[in-house]
């Protein structure tokens, strides 16, 4: 088991705004199918696993950006965070949506070609490639220790190499190299630079539990009235929210390993397999169940389940399934 080490404070701040965590009852908005309720086997003693105060933490760190962002005037609000969980704990991963973000009913994806996304270099038309960007500042290297940015950069490339390798989609994932920039729109630094945004290891604290949070960013309307509504946009006409770009953080308090050793810490490149795959429009896989003995287990088993419980870097049919699904006909579609 990796225990994990609390690091830094647990008060983060968020576009300039002081953040702590809430009470669970706070929670007023989808979680996802992840909700607390007996399993059909109750006999063994299973029931699914809680939603806490992790959602109940991201919740109010989406209302605050948002109510930033639309002071800002952006065209772009945050609509959902979903985050993934450690086995050692007793919360499942979710999916926090935002409350001030139109239908929440309305699934999301990029939109090929799409001129408002500047930092892919679109407007041009020519080419249509999903971009992505590292941190490769003093984010980049864990607060434990271990891993150089050398070596989290590696991994990290590898776990999105892993989604590009499928051959059933036609779609490349092409590197915006940044340099030193310290990259991290959610909490006021530089961005968007890129659709896909690994924003590294030390700019969020997140409540206990959570490795890793991806947050999409969906473009916006505004409708007139009393008072205004913002709808997420949706010019193709394709039923979705116009993706504008996707943010990835990594908890900084957990040991973070790249050998795929259980024992020496989380695996970087696994819990970045799965948070590229939000970041790639896929949603988590399977159910996450609280076993009698106070343990966690997903089932079945994919990169996608919410859970991380080892390492595990290879997708599963479902998962490769879920990625031909939403980019096999990239990008016209």
Same mark, same amino acid.
């Given at each position: 088991?990796?225990?994990?080490?609390?690091?830094?404070?647990?008060?983060?701040?968020?576009? &300039?705004?002081?953040?702590?965590?809430?009470? %669970?009852?706070?929670?007023?908005? $989808?979680?996802?199918?992840?909700?607390?309720?007996?399993?059909?086997?109750?006999?063994k003693g299973e029931v699914e696993?809680?939603?806490?105060?992790?959602?109940?933490?991201?919740?109010?760190?989406?209302?605050?950006?948002n109510a930033s962002l639309d *002071?800002?005037?952006?065209?772009?609000?945050?609509?959902?965070?979903?985050?993934?969980?450690?086995?050692?704990?007793?919360?499942? @991963?979710?999916?926090?949506?935002?409350?001030?973000?139109?239908?929440?009913?309305?699934?999301? %994806?990029?939109?090929?070609?799409?001129?408002?996304?500047?930092?892919? @270099?679109?407007?041009?038309?020519?080419? =249509?490639?999903?971009?992505?960007?590292?941190?490769? $500042?003093?984010?980049?290297?864990?607060?434990?220790?271990?891993?150089?940015?050398?070596?989290?950069?590696?991994?990290?490339?590898?776990?999105?190499?892993?989604?590009?390798?499928?051959?059933?989609?036609?779609?490349?994932?092409?590197?915006?190299?940044?340099?030193?920039?310290?990259?991290?729109?959610?909490?006021?630094?530089?961005?968007?630079?890129? %659709?896909?945004?690994?924003?590294?290891?030390?700019?969020?604290?997140?409540?206990?539990?959570?490795? &890793?949070?991806?947050?999409?960013?969906?473009?916006?309307?505004?409708?007139?009235?009393?008072?205004?509504?913002?709808?997420?946009? =949706?010019?193709?006409?394709?039923?979705?929210?116009?993706?504008?770009?996707?943010?990835?953080?990594?908890?900084?308090?957990?040991?973070? *390993?790249?050998?795929?050793?259980?024992?020496?810490?989380?695996?970087?490149?696994?819990?970045?397999?799965?948070?590229?795959?939000?970041?790639?429009?896929?949603?988590?896989?399977?159910?996450?169940?609280?076993?009698?003995?106070?343990?966690?287990?997903?089932?079945?088993?994919?990169?996608?389940?919410?859970?991380?419980? @080892?390492?595990?870097?290879?997708?599963?049919?479902?998962?490769? @399934?879920?990625?031909?699904?939403?980019?096999?006909?990239?990008?016209?579609?």
């Amino acid at each position: 088991m990796v225990l994990r080490k609390r690091l830094v404070s647990p008060l983060v701040v968020v576009a &300039g705004l002081a953040l702590a965590a809430c009470a %669970d009852e706070a929670v007023t908005r $989808s979680m996802g199918p992840q909700q607390v309720a007996l399993d059909m086997s109750a006999a063994k003693g299973e029931v699914e696993a809680p939603i806490g105060p992790a959602a109940a933490e991201l919740s109010v760190m989406i209302d605050e950006l948002n109510a930033s962002l639309d *002071a800002s005037g952006a065209d772009f609000r945050v609509l959902k965070a979903e985050y993934s969980t450690s086995a050692a704990g007793n919360e499942a @991963g979710g999916t926090v949506l935002g409350k001030d973000v139109g239908n929440k009913q309305l699934a999301d %994806d990029f939109v090929p070609f799409d001129p408002r996304r500047t930092w892919s @270099g679109v407007s041009t038309g020519s080419i =249509d490639n999903i971009t992505y960007a590292i941190d490769q $500042s003093f984010d980049a290297v864990p607060l434990g220790g271990g891993l150089t940015a050398a070596q989290t950069d590696a991994a990290i490339t590898r776990a999105m190499n892993t989604w590009e390798a499928q051959t059933c989609s036609a779609l490349n994932l092409t590197r915006n190299f940044t340099g030193n920039l310290n990259i991290g729109f959610l909490v006021g630094l530089s961005g968007p630079v890129a %659709d896909v945004q690994h924003a590294g290891f030390r700019q969020v604290n997140f409540a206990p539990g959570i490795l &890793g949070v991806t947050f999409t960013f969906v473009f916006v309307q505004v409708i007139p009235g009393t008072p205004p509504v913002q709808v997420p946009t =949706d010019i193709d006409n394709n039923g979705k929210a116009d993706v504008a770009f996707r943010e990835i953080f990594y908890d900084p308090s957990w040991i973070w *390993a790249d050998n795929g050793n259980a024992a020496s810490g989380i695996d970087v490149e696994s819990v970045a397999v799965h948070e590229a795959g939000h970041g790639l429009s896929q949603a988590h896989f399977g159910k996450i169940w609280l076993k009698n003995d106070g343990s966690l287990k997903a089932s079945p088993k994919a990169v996608m389940n919410a859970l991380y419980a @080892g390492p595990y870097r290879v997708l599963a049919g479902t998962d490769n @399934g879920g990625h031909c699904s939403n980019w096999g006909n990239w990008p016209n579609n």
